[in-house]
């Protein structure tokens, strides 16, 4: 009797049953022998369906003719003669087409994931335009990630690798120009502009937002749930007169209050390390008329960073509704992306005649002279002062009554 080897042991034991039985001829042993070949034919059946090479069991194949999308979109926006105006690609792409242009080359050089490349097969897969434009539908729309499979051509799964892609591309690229402090020029041009608005010394306005987490892990809940009575993270932010966002500090739990971010966020550190640039002005030192006029006037610059919140969610509404994303250092690079992009925006829009170029600001130095000391160091000891002085209530309170008198005799005078 020949023996195959390649037969697994429940196998083999029925191929020796079955050469049994073949050499009997009762009725019995035929019908037994039946079965066995229908439970043989069953477990063949079987393990054809779990067995599988390169295909997940259940999924079918939709082929949605990348390149038939990927012409559809060139053709509507990118083509020297586009279907869609200017006007319209920057409604739907919340920039201009020159700027797209610029994200696409730098994340191209960036990353070859968003490279158009050929599969095994040699067919192209999607383009950078494709991936692009799916992460930005979702990030100015706040829509589901397979929205745009019947425009794009492209699969939910895809849609979601490519935002993750985009935004953590766009943060690692740009962050260091477009999330950076305010230089010697910005700082000169600020306080120029401040002053003008009454309030000498002031580089911009700030606050915190909270953005719904609708996906927060049951076990953080409570730890994220504050006010709102529902999970949140907060991202705290300064903005200047012209919407730019200097400052973001994002990640904290929903259940802080703004003070309490306050004091994790990092915008003290450089005043209190003694290395922030020199600021000088001047105001006049020592009522419920004046106390008026100042809240009035405070509250008007106090809505700088107020409308710089509107404006980003109003750019991209996925900070707007409730986050979909589980982990928080995708939402952290949601966050920073959608900021920087904003900035972006603004740059790329800024009116060049808003500030005159002839202007005579004081210059401010990029980097202070740290003498060398001989001295036992006394770093410490200095930071801690530095702190006790900017949390001083007195001074606050003092500089509060100046800025009252300054604001009321600029009052007068117009």
């Known amino acids: 009797m020949e023996h195959n080897y390649h037969l697994k042991p429940r196998d083999y034991q029925m191929r020796e049953m079955e050469m049994a039985l073949l050499e009997s001829d009762t ?100 383009s950078s335009l494709q991936k692009m434009t799916a992460a930005l539908r979702i990030l100015a729309y706040g829509v589901a990630a397979d929205s745009t499979d019947e425009y794009v051509r492209i699969g939910e799964s895809t849609a979601v690798e490519s935002l993750k892609k985009f935004v953590k591309a766009v943060v690692n690229i740009f962050s260091e120009e477009y999330l950076r402090s305010p230089n010697s020029n910005d700082i000169a041009r600020l306080l120029a502009v401040n002053e003008k608005r009454g309030f000498p010394g002031m580089l911009g306005s700030i606050d915190c937002m909270h953005w719904k987490w609708k996906n927060c892990p049951t076990a953080w809940k409570g730890q994220y749930t504050g006010h709102s009575r529902e999970p949140t993270l907060i991202l705290e932010a300064i903005a200047s007169y012209d919407r730019w966002i200097w400052h973001a500090f994002f990640g904290l739990p929903g259940s802080h209050n703004d003070i309490n971010v306050l004091e994790h966020s990092s915008v003290f550190t450089e005043l209190a390390q003694g290395r922030a640039p020199p600021v000088n002005y001047s105001i006049n030192a020592p009522v419920e008329a004046k106390k008026k006029h100042f809240a009035r006037v405070q509250e008007a610059c106090r809505k700088d960073v107020k409308c710089a919140f ?100 600029l009052h007068g005078q117009s």
């Open 310 to 409: 509107g404006i980003l969610q109003a750019r991209f509404s996925i900070v707007r509704g409730p986050a979909r994303f589980w982990d928080e250092a995708t939402l952290n690079d949601i966050m920073k992306a959608c900021i920087i992009l904003h900035n972006m925006i603004i740059e790329d829009e800024r009116d060049s005649n808003e500030v005159q170029q002839d202007d005579d600001y004081e210059q401010v130095p990029e980097s202070i002279p740290i003498p060398v000391s001989r001295e036992p160091t006394i770093e410490v000891q200095n930071f801690i002062q530095s702190h006790i002085r900017i949390r001083n209530r007195e001074t606050h309170s003092q500089l509060q009554a100046d800025l009252v008198e300054h604001l009321w005799q």
């Open 27 to 126: 009725d019995d042993d035929v019908e037994i022998l039946s079965i066995l070949a229908m439970e043989d034919e069953r477990l063949k059946k079987e393990r054809a369906s779990t067995s599988h090479r390169g295909s997940i069991v259940g999924r079918k194949v939709i082929k949605r003719n990348y390149l038939q999308g990927e012409e559809r979109l060139f053709h509507d926006y990118f083509s020297d003669n586009p279907v869609f105006p200017s006007y319209i690609f920057r409604r739907r792409f919340r920039m201009s087409r020159p700027l797209f242009f610029r994200l696409q080359s730098a994340l191209e050089a960036y990353d070859p994931y968003f490279i158009q490349k050929r599969n095994a097969a040699g067919t192209l897969g999607l």
